[in-house]
């Protein structure tokens, strides 16, 4: 077992012995859980489930099934596609595949390095300015592929800058 399992499992007990083994306490627990670890690893499932007494399939099911999980580590920045109705018609799905194609993954992965990790979400409420993509939590508007790109140029230069910054002191 590698540290980080070792982590991950440690972690997931600390937070057991704040409830009861009852089954209702699975989804409180996989929120509390996620809420530490920023998603829900394989460890962390088989801990819940031993503790709960339930097949560790009953623990995967309920994780798959609500949109809140995560089954992969968080990235150091959230991308969020809003494919709720509006933006769904104005071209989520168009958006959605541009930030797949540029970050080179998958709906629910982080890129390997971590930087990123994309999702999609419901409709937010900001639908006047649909096609709507969430950048670290901040509502960004009128979100196409062109302006995929312009959203990742400026994280680059950012990064540029800071760097930069790093060098001189
Ligand atoms: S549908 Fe995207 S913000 Fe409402």
Redesign the pocket.
Known sequence: MTEEQTNVEQQTKQILKRFGSGKKNLIPILQRVQGKLGYLPREAMLEIAEFLDIPAVDVYSVVTFYNQFRLNPPGKHSIRV?????????G?YITLDAWKRRLDIDSGQATPDREFDLDT????????????TVVDDK?EGKVEPTRVDGILLAFEQERERKSKEGQWK
Request: glycine content about 14%; charged content about 5%.
């Open positions: 809003c494919l709720g109705t509006a933006c769904h018609m104005k989520g979400v419901a409709c937010i409420g900001c639908c006047v300015m649909a096609p709507v509502p």
